[in-house]
């Protein structure tokens, strides 16, 4: 039951509200408030909700790069697979965890912003250590669109996340769009490294991590956004 359900449950039951015996005052209150009420369902375990993500995440970026080529990840080492993958999958359940805990109040602290932070910081380190390469021909040109491929896997990722959202309590609809932003930013972060085949080390630390933050962002503001009308529903909905 939303607020404004409640709200409008209590107002009619105030509109008529009957004079004299306030025992059957109170009574009438009570029918009034407990005859739209229904049980609801328990949410499943935090975790439950974590591995779906988790899963959205990794599944969503393998079938968009197995569609567009796995060029990327066959001229990676072994060693540059296994710390860029880690590294990807280590802030993939963070933005996991942290749209899990938006799904229920007083669930833990938010990680939407360590997620986006940790991507956004460490990311560009690790690739500073393992590419080569600065020079900046042709860089627009070849960086635009791994950008839009990125975020072109990253919007329907953001959307399946936020369905799953919905199946959940969000009271904070900012704090849970900068994880879901973040998760979906990983996602075609993850696609364009099993995809992209240029090593070029400012090439990956611009325009791939651009992605996620891209997509961090966007998912706070939409987040805000929502707030803000959802905010000012319960406000109309009491004028008479």
């Known amino acids: 039951m939303r607020k404004d359900e409640i709200d409008r449950i209590l107002d009619q039951a105030v509109r008529d509200l009957p004079s004299g015996d306030d025992r059957a005052a109170i009574g009438h ?14 949410l499943p375990a935090l975790w439950v909700f974590t591995l779906a ?34 590294l990807l999958l280590f802030t993939g359940w963070l933005a996991a965890v942290s749209s899990a805990r938006a799904m229920r109040p007083a669930s833990g602290m938010p990680l939407g912003w360590l997620a986006l ?25 070849e960086g635009v669109p791994c950008l839009v491929a990125g975020l072109c896997v990253a919007i329907p990722t953001g959307l399946a996340t936020v369905w799953i959202l919905r199946r959940g309590f969000v009271m904070d609809w900012s704090r849970s ?5 973040v998760l979906a930013g990983l996602t075609g972060l993850f696609m364009l490294e099993l995809h992209c085949p240029n090593l070029k080390a400012i090439h990956v630390m611009v325009w791939h ?18 707030d803000h009308f959802r905010g000012r529903i ?5 004028r008479p």
């Open 209 to 226: 991590v651009a992605v996620v933050v891209v997509s961090g962002m966007a998912g706070f503001a939409i987040g805000m956004i929502a």
């Open 234 to 238: 319960p406000e109309r909905s009491t």
């Open 117 to 141: 932070v940790s991507a956004g910081g460490a990311f560009p380190v690790l690739f500073a250590l393992v590419f080569r390469g600065y020079g900046t021909l042709n860089f627009v040109h």
């Open 29 to 42: 209150v009570q029918r009034a408030i407990l005859k739209d009420l229904k049980p609801a369902r328990p």
């Open 53 to 86: 993500f988790v899963s959205l995440f990794v599944a969503f970026a393998v079938a968009s790069a197995s569609t567009l080529g796995l060029h990327g990840i066959r001229v990676l080492s072994m060693g540059q697979r296994w710390s860029i993958f880690s």
């Open 177 to 181: 769009g900068l994880g879901a932003g």
